[in-house]
């Protein structure tokens, strides 16, 4: 079956300019969850969406990030006036949510982003 | 310092080794442990859960020791297939639903020689 799909696979843009970043989870999956990976950092959770609202949007490294998603599906994540320490890989993962276990995240192939 | 802990690695290993990995992680609170695999330029992928009683996949057998916040990994009979980044995830997970994150470790790169 698909997975969880991102896009663009690579991003090149200028410092100062904004980035949108698009997941498509797995079909069904209610929670959907942003990281970044940059070197030397690994990976870093961002935010975490249950249907459309964000309960837990704690990684969200400054007020340039921003995240929604709608109809409980498509997450789209904003960065403003990126800076090149934004530069990164951002992955999108996607779960079924079981309140009392455990559900294993599923990554998409990620967007390398690069901010000259 | 970092909630989860690794060894940054390069584990050089030949072939038919066998290899152990160590971590270790700072929030109690932790409640569920795993290991994923991440191959160069992939997106991770998960390799086993870590329970408290020991786990067994094969050649891979994983250990969480709650007391000492501590989680193992044993690959026995390396492959040259199983080069590749193995991370330590702790996943916070509040029952209220308020969170359900993964906290990575920085990665252990094995490389399996021929």
């Known amino acids: 079956g698909a997975g969880v799909s991102q896009s663009p696979s690579n991003k090149v843009t200028e410092k100062g300019k904004d980035v949108e970043l698009r997941c498509d989870p797995i079909s069904g999956h209610t929670a959907l969850y942003w990281y970044r990976q940059s070197l030397g950092q690994g990976l870093e959770f961002l935010i975490y969406?249950?249907?459309?609202?964000?309960?837990?949007k704690s990684g969200l490294p400054s007020d340039r990030f921003s995240a929604e998603r709608t109809g409980g599906s498509v997450s789209t994540l904003t960065i403003q006036r990126t800076q090149q320490e934004d530069s990164a890989v951002y992955l999108c993962a996607s779960s079924l949510m079981g309140r009392s276990s455990y559900n294993e995240q599923f990554f998409g192939p990620g967007t390398r982003l690069t901010v000259l | 310092r970092k909630e989860v802990e690794q060894d940054p690695g390069p584990f050089n290993v030949p072939e038919g080794a066998t290899v152990a990995f160590n971590c270790t992680y700072s929030n109690s609170a932790s409640q569920s442990f795993f290991w994923y695999r991440q191959d160069c330029r992939k997106e991770p992928k998960l390799l086993m859960s870590v329970y408290s009683s020991g786990n067994e996949d094969g050649r891979f057998t994983a250990q969480l020791n709650r007391a000492s916040q501590y989680i193992s990994l044993l690959i026995r009979d390396s492959k040259l297939s199983d080069s590749a980044t193995y991370l330590c995830v702790v996943n916070m997970r509040n029952y209220g639903g308020a969170t359900n994150k993964l906290i990575f470790g920085t990665g252990t790169l094995l490389a399996v020689q021929p």
């Open positions: 969406f249950q249907g459309n609202s964000a309960p837990d």
